[in-house]
Structure formats: C-alpha cells, structure tokens
C-alpha cells in the first residue's frame, strides 16, 4: 500500500502563531490561560496544559496573570473586561480574523447594516459580531439570505474559514437585497488551499484518512469534500483510532489534516499505517502526483 500525504495540510498560518504566542507566554511566575480551548485538537491543549497553560471557559474564571486570546478571536467588551480585571493579555487574533473584524467595525461606522456570512455559533463569528456592535445579522445559506429584509445599504464580511463558492452565492441574493452592497471577502485561502489539496488527492488515492479534532469543522468540511469527491474518508482525531480492515485490499491511501491539526499527531498517524502494512509501504513525497 502506498501513502500519499496531501500538499496542504495541518497547521494554518493562524494557528501556528497563535500555539508560538502562547508557549512564549508561558511562564512559571504567573498563571496563564487561554480564553477557550486554544484549537480544536485536544493532543495540542494537553500539551500546552503540561506547559502550565491552563484553559478558561470565562474571563470570570481568571483571577489574575495572562489571559491569551486564540485565533478566533473575540468581541471589543472581552479586551475591556480584561482591562479592569489587570489581566495581560496575549492577543493570538489571528490577522485575517483581525480583518474581518475591523471591516465588519468600519462598515458599521460606514453606516451600512451589517451582514457576517458564516456559521452563527462559531466564535470567530461572534468576535465579528461583537465588533459590529452586536448589530449585524448572520446568515449561514442563501435560504437564510432569502428571508433577511431590505436595506438601502448592506456591509458583507464572512467568516474566514467559510466556502468561498457558498459565500459568492449569498453574497448574489444579498446584492437583490438592497441598493448598495459593500462586500469585504474576508476568506482566508488556507482553508480553499487544504480543501483543493485534499480533493485532488481524493481523486487519486483509494481511500483518504482525515486527521483533526472532532469538533474542528475545517476538519470535518475536508472529510465531506472528499467524499464529494467519490473517495471513502475516515475522519480520526488520532493514531489509536485507525482500524486495520479500513485498508485492507486497498493499493493507495492519502492523508490530510485539519488546519488544527499538529504534524506530531499527522506522523503518527503514518507511522501506525506503516506498522499496520508491513509490506509494500511507501511514503512518498509531500504532494507527489499518483500516476497509477
Ligand atoms: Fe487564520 Fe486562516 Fe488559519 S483565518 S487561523 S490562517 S484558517
């Protein structure tokens, strides 16, 4: 069997930041936290809990020490109770969030209504809404762009990680919504880049494995993309969840990850495949074409 690795995988620009800003601020003089689960992969948050990284719920739960802010993002209230609180904060924001957050703050002032096209109950979703004011109105579908009243004027932003395809089509409906339509596509290319990679491969292998948190839903959305693609797709978070009769009979095998996912949690999810198919194993290259 061969093993074929996807060309784009694992860690985002974003995340990686995020993980190298709070390792640096860990620190054994003052307790530090992340507001919420740093990523959606559990691997990498126990391992900064080993490094003395604690994880909060609530601002309310940190009484005191460096509060790290992930990449999601949050709303302007949480940097202000924070303030008052003494907390030091470690904003791990990532940049393209950031841009989505002050386009959604800058149409507001623009005096347009604010329109977040994404997933609602996302944070980075909510961290936009907090920045418009928590004014602005959500859409996930076009069903949902479909049923928004008229405005004269509406300012689109979308959640980074959204489908760029999706967000085009919503964005169609919302310009019939209203004389003036700014639209800020706040995409961020990463995700397209994983899920273009993770297609391509699909076509080419038997099967692919999908590595990443199970909550994470970049992850989920490039296991969905695959089997789009016809290829069977097995999301696991880890290694020990791999099964031997998923490959058996089979001659290829791709692996993708999550934006989430860290390259320790991608190598052993190889190397438990090599163990697994003692003979024929063949690791090629990082975006090796499969000719056949
Ligand atoms: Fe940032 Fe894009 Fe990653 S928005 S967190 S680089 S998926």
Redesign the pocket.
């Known amino acids: 069997m061969k093993i074929y690795l996807a060309e784009n995988r694992g860690f985002?620009?974003?995340?990686k930041r995020a993980i190298d800003l709070a390792v640096h601020a860990a620190d054994t003089n003052c307790p530090v936290y992340t507001l919420g689960p740093i990523i959606h992969n559990p691997q990498m948050v126990d391992q900064l809990q080993e490094m003395g990284i604690g994880v909060a719920a609530r601002l309310e739960d940190i009484a005191t020490g460096k509060v790290i802010i992930r990449?999601h993002g949050v709303g302007p209230e949480i940097y202000c109770q924070a303030e008052a609180k003494q907390l030091t904060v470690v904003d791990a924001t990532?940049p393209?969030?950031k841009k989505a957050q002050q386009a959604a703050q800058a149409l507001l002032k623009a005096g347009c209504r604010v329109v977040i096209v994404g997933e609602r109950h996302h944070p980075e979703v909510q961290s936009i809404l907090g920045w418009a004011n928590n004014e602005a109105d959500v859409v996930e579908t076009p069903l949902e762009a479909q049923a928004l009243p008229y405005h004269s004027r509406l300012g689109v932003v979308a959640q980074?990680?959204f489908a760029a395809a999706e967000f085009d089509a919503i964005v169609a409906i919302l310009q019939g919504k209203c004389d003036e339509c700014k639209v800020e596509r706040t995409i961020?290319t990463?995700?397209d880049l994983r899920q273009q990679a993770a297609v391509n491969l699909a076509r080419n292998v038997d099967s692919m494995i999908i590595v990443g948190g199970r909550s994470s839903a970049n992850t989920a959305r490039l296991a969905s993309v695959c089997r789009t693609a016809g290829t069977p797709a097995y999301h696991i978070e880890s290694a020990s969840e791999l099964k031997a009769e998923w490959f058996a009979g089979l001659q290829t095998v791709g692996i993708t990850a999550g934006?989430s996912t860290p390259d320790w949690v991608i190598e052993e999810v190889y190397k438990k495949m090599e163990a697994m198919n003692m003979t024929d194993v063949v690791k090629l290259e990082t975006g090796t074409i499969v000719t056949g």
């Open positions: 985002c620009y974003g995340v990449s990532c393209h969030v980074t990680t961020c990463a995700t934006a």
